[in-house]
């Protein structure tokens, strides 16, 4: 998917997303979602789908996730 950022969500700021794994897409310009159970990748979810290069995932110190986006900009991802 040429990965070009990855980041574990370890804060409750989104429920049961916890210990799952951010990877964005330079390629193919989304966010992926990786659940991962006994230490491997379970299931993948596309979110954000043709959003642009994604060039960067960090976790905030408030627990929020910003995605950095070529040509777009830093966006926060907000629970549902």
Known sequence: IAPSGMAFINS??????????????LKFQYLSRCIIKKNQVYKEIKLLKDIGRVRSIVQGKDGYIYVG???????????Q
Do not use: A, Q, R
């Open 12 to 25: 409750d700021v989104y429920g049961s997303w916890k210990g799952n794994l951010l990877v964005g897409s």
């Open 69 to 79: 986006v070529e040509n777009l900009g830093i966006i926060k991802l907000l629970p």
